[in-house]
């Protein structure tokens, strides 16, 4: 990015993250707030997403790396000016406990591997943000919300969507009463996924296939659109490639949720077909749709009364400043972003899955 570009973006981000402040509780000039001091775990696709994103924060900064890789590390020092004292490995990573340039630890590293690691950064004292899913099953996400709270530090998961303008606007508008009393959500989440060899087709990295991975946009999407959690189950798989997709590696399920209002879902979750991303919203007065619902943007949206124009904002630039105002100042998102909203998907998926295997109507209890 040239540097022209870079200010101008950083100066459309820095407009966009002083008009979210007042999303968050805790009146406080964003001239004084302090910085949250970031250090990333894993520096794949992802982690380099939300580094450049993080360029462009007023309150949050790279200042820390844990990489397996030293080519990765340096070239990452580079970039992003990291000190070699901030760097650290995955044997070396719990003496970060002893750096006080580090505030806390946001692991991005394959699904299995979160469990450890954010008990690991726990123990050494540091938040802990934790990509999405938060672990293999409830359980694990259990002890890691135990873990966190002993250690007393803070655990959010990377739900970037419960910053996004247009999402915020429909929960918004739903909150109002808008929509009327709501019926029915659909959420199509899938994407044909590539490379055969990747950790996301292997059981023992990912801990399962599309409703991990993808699918849990429409479970967690599903929750906050409606506004309530689910109280059963029902879902049906379907496997057109089981070279592809091995056991353990679902392809399409295809799921519904009824909530206590009386509002169904109804979603399909999948590794076998592109252009899925949507939610539609339908209450007894009015709709909202959003598509792309979920993907990095722009998001795009239209209700019954007409278009959605929110800002377009780069999703983890506002997540991380949002971040840093729950972990520094205490505020309190919109919709959670912590651990037990992420223990909740899990366990809606175990139902899912449960569900799948039976053909049985599974209650969910949360
Ligand atoms: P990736 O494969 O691109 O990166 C994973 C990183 O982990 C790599 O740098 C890899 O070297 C490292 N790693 C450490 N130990 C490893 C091991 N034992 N096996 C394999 N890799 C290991 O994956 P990604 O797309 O960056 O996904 C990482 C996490 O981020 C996943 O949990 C994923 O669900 C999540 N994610 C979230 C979003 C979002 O929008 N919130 C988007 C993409 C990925």
Known sequence: ????????????????????????????????????????????SYGTRVADAMLGCTRARLTGLIS????????WRAKYTIPEKNCYNYQTFDQIKNNPDIDAVYVITPNALHHDQVIRVAAAGKHVICEKPMALNPTQAQEMIDACRKANVKLLVGYRMHFEPHTLEVIRQRQHGAFGKILFFQ???????????????????????SMMDI????????????????????????????VRFKPGIEETIQFQMGF???????????YNLNFLDKFFLDGADGFAELQPATNYGPIQGRTDKG??????????TVQMDQMAGIL??????????????????????????????TGNKVPVQL
């Open 187 to 209: 959420g199509l989440s899938g994407f044909r996924i590539g490379d055969p060899s990747q950790w996301r087709l292997n059981p023992q990295l990912s801990g399962g296939g």
């Open 260 to 270: 206590p209002g009386g509002a169904v879902a109804s979603c399909l979750s999948t």
């Open 328 to 357: 520094l100042d205490g505020a309190t998102p919109v919709v959670p972003v912590d651990g037990q909203e992420a223990l909740k998907d899990l366990k809606i998926i175990e139902a899912i899955y449960a569900a799948a295997k």
């Open 307 to 316: 278009p959605l124009n929110q800002p377009v904002v780069t999703h983890q």
């Open 68 to 75: 397996g890789t030293p080519a990765k590390l340096q070239a």
């Open 215 to 242: 699918g849990i946009y429409s479970v967690n999407g599903a929750r906050y659109m409606i506004g309530e959690d689910p109280i059963w189950v029902t879902a049906q798989e379907t496997k057109t490639d089981p």
């Open 1 to 44: 990015m040239s540097s022209r570009r870079r200010f101008l973006h950083q100066a459309a981000v820095s407009a966009l993250a002083f008009s979210f402040v007042p999303l968050l509780s805790p009146a406080r000039s964003r001239h004084t707030a302090p910085v949250l001091r970031v250090a990333i775990m894993g520096l794949g």
